[in-house]
């Protein structure tokens, strides 16, 4: 009704008040609560021609409940949150608290991409909207720029929601679960069908999600001032296990540099670089994409990987 419109208007008002004191909001076009959340995303006014449709998050590890997209308004590039109906019923929620904590939260990680979107086209402007032109960056850049917008998210929303990192490091635990059985399984398929695409369907998605998940996870503990990854032994020793316990850190040294760097980037260089971390999760299950001399990418799934495993 009209009275729980206003009420939650009110919530967001707060929120955006509130953030927009350490964080800039001033493109933020819309929020949008919606019972039909897939048809909202499909029929959104973007003010552009979108190369791929808005669709929400659907797989295995779970269902996305809310999306920040780039749209445009008269010739400004500006941000539209649009969200699950009911996450605008928990914001009400004063007598459950977890469940307006959560939704919260939730708002305030789009919110969060909000600021990234303003800094980022005021540093290096229309670039957003841009194809990247390089095949090999293109093909590994996919979730990196995701990566980027979610660890500044998470960053600077980790004092107001400091009990966020068991939650953090509970989906990416389970995200890296997901890949180590999946990759390795659709990979040893691939050795029959011979169908690239449809591994890498499998393949990159995993692995955009670890990315994600990962810098959701380390922007929260970079956020805490002096957060130790180490305090959280179950990643840590998932991490030993998969052999990534190293480039952790290195991720996670790139994405401060990279959050450093925000009033300062000079390029979009220092955004697709970080696709050496696509690159290095894609070495881990056997997969090398490299360019040949005349730019096109050529990707190698050497038959050692798999040996044992297959029958002559």
Excluded at 179 to 205: C, I, M, S, W
Aim: charged fraction near 25%; proline fraction near 4%.
């Amino acid at each position: 009704g009209a009275d729980e419109a206003e009420e939650v208007a009110a919530v967001i008002k707060r929120l955006v008040n509130g953030f927009g004191s350490v964080i800039p909001m001033r493109r933020l076009d819309s929020v949008i609560f919606a019972q039909d959340y897939a048809a909202a995303l499909r029929d959104l006014d973007r003010g552009f021609v979108a190369t791929t449709p808005l669709k929400p998050t659907e797989d295995e590890l779970g269902i996305g409940v809310a999306m920040a997209p780039i749209v445009v308004r008269n010739g400004e590039i500006r941000v539209c949150v649009v969200a699950r109906s009911w996450l605008a019923h928990c914001l009400r929620q004063q007598d459950d608290e977890q469940a307006m904590l959560a939704s919260l939260h939730t708002i305030g990680k789009m919110l969060g991409r909000v600021a990234f979107v303003d800094l980022f086209d005021t540093a290096l402007p229309r670039v957003l909207l841009q194809p990247i032109q390089d095949d090999l960056k293109r093909f590994l850049f996919q979730y990196i720029d995701d990566a980027c917008s979610t660890y500044f998210s998470s960053r600077v929303m980790a004092e107001l929601f400091p009990d966020a990192a068991e939650a953090y490091g509970e989906v990416f635990l389970a995200a890296l679960q997901f890949l180590n059985t999946n990759a390795p399984e659709a990979r040893l398929v691939y050795r029959t069908h011979g169908n690239l695409d449809a591994f890498l369907g499998v393949a990159q998605p995993a692995i955009g999600r670890v990315l994600v998940r990962a810098a959701a996870l380390l922007g929260h503990y970079d956020g805490m001032e002096g957060g130790d990854l180490a305090e959280n032994q179950m990643v840590t020793e998932m991490l030993n296990q998969c052999g990534l316990h190293l480039w952790i850190e290195v991720f996670r040294r790139d994405l401060d540099m990279m959050f450093s760097r925000r009033h300062v980037w000079q390029s979009l260089d220092e955004f697709t670089d970080l696709s050496v971390h696509m690159e290095r999760l894609l070495w881990q299950f056997g997969v090398i994409p490299w360019r040949t001399e005349d730019g096109r990418i050529r990707i190698e799934i050497p038959i050692g990987t798999d040996i044992d495993m297959l029958k002559f």
